[in-house]
Each structure stands twice: as C-alpha cells, then as structure tokens.
C-alpha cells in the first residue's frame, strides 16, 4: 500500500491525516504503522481516534502520539521504555514507572480529548420486539422435528456435539435454507427453500429507512442476508 499511494499522497499534499481505530498502529516495528506514519508525515495536522488507545500497557501510546507530534515522546522507543516502564530480568513489561508516571500522564494529555459514551450517544431506549412469520418450509420443518425427536428417543447416550448438529439443521431451516456437502468435494451446498422470512426482513427495513432510519441487521447465518 505504502509503494502505490504514497506517491500519490505526496503529490496530493494532504492537509490533515486521520488514524481511526489508531490502536491498531500501537506496534512501534510493524509495517503497518511505519506505512501510517509515513503518510502522516506529509500534513501538517494528523489525528488518531480510538476507544481504545490503551490495550495491553502504556507501551501502546509510544506510536501513537509519534504519529501525531513526535516531539512528546520523541522517535526512540528505547528511550520511552527506559523512561516510563519497568521492566524485568530478561526485558518483559512489569509496571508504569512510578517516578515518572505524572509526566507521563501529563505528556498523554496534552493533546488528548476524551469523549464518554454519555456525551456522544443519544440512543433511544432498548425495545425487544418479536415479529411473527408464517414459515411456508413448516411441513418440512416438522417432519425434520419429528426425525430429530425419534432420533433422540432411539439413543440411549448422545453427544453435545450430535444433538447441536441436529438442532442447527432446525435453526437453518427457520430462515429458509439448510447446508448439504458434495460427497466427493465436501463442499458446502446452500439449499433455499423458503423467503419467508428474508422477505419480511426486507420489508421492515424498507419501513425503517423510508422513516430516515438507520438500520444494522444482525443474522444466525450468512445464508439468511
């Protein structure tokens, strides 16, 4: 990536570059974050947004704030490590150097803004609602029921693994479809057999964004979206 667009970017001059997800550059030696940081360095204004900015330990800020001024901490991570974590016998991370922790907290928030989740969501209140279907796959459903419940009456000891196997096929065949695998491929085979459901999924959202709504469908299965 860095080889294809950074020509272009240099030539573009970008004005400022934003890192969302920025935790994801938090490794100080990866391509990843070297590419980044290369193109932050062509604008005059660069800014990481995160949720997370610390996962692990304070290590995870070193790059970050690089990539945004490297005057606060500097370009050696070497020199960072030495100055604001502790270490053990063969290198590993301990601990926060506590007689440096205050400047380091210091340091991090000088050019941090953080957000809570009160100031910036305004979500409506939590409705669980359940939308009936008539199924036109209920015969078959049934019979494959039946098959499951004889099934189980027949075995005397069932494994947890057996008897999942035997309620996903149910589940499947719920939104419209059921797997089968190519005996001498052992491919697997998607097999619709009702839109009953997908359809009045469609129809709600339909509902929803013709409202100026904004909808996120979640599925069991990729076969059902």
Not at 45 to 73: A, E, H, K, W
Not at 109 to 132: G, H, Q, W
């Amino acid at each position: 990536y860095t080889a294809t667009f950074l020509p272009i970017l240099e030539k573009w001059k970008p004005d400022v570059v934003l890192c969302d997800e920025s935790h994801r550059i938090k490794g100080a030696t990866t391509q990843q974050t070297k590419a980044v940081t290369k193109v932050g360095n062509l604008s005059k204004f660069r800014i990481c947004l995160t949720g997370t900015p610390l996962t692990s330990n304070v290590i995870d800020f070193f790059s970050q704030y690089r990539f945004m001024d490297n005057t606060i901490f500097g370009l050696s991570i070497v020199c960072y490590k030495n100055r604001y974590i502790l270490t053990g016998m063969f290198g590993e991370y301990l601990r926060p150097n506590p007689t440096n922790f205050k400047e380091l907290q210091a340091k991090i928030n000088s050019i941090a803004y953080r957000v809570t989740k009160e100031e910036c969501m305004t979500l409506p209140p939590f409705k669980d609602i359940v939308v009936p279907i008539d199924i036109d796959c209920m015969k078959q459903y049934r019979e494959l029921e039946r098959d499951y419940i004889t099934w189980l009456s027949e075995n005397e000891s069932i494994s947890v693994t057996n008897a999942l196997s035997q309620t996903l096929q149910l589940r499947q065949m719920t939104g419209g479809f059921y797997y089968t695998y190519d005996e001498t491929t052992g491919k697997k085979i998607t097999n619709f057999i009702d839109k009953s459901k997908l359809t009045t999924c469609m129809e709600l959202i339909d509902d929803l964004v013709s409202n100026g709504n904004k909808v996120v469908v979640f599925a069991e299965f990729q076969a059902e979206i």
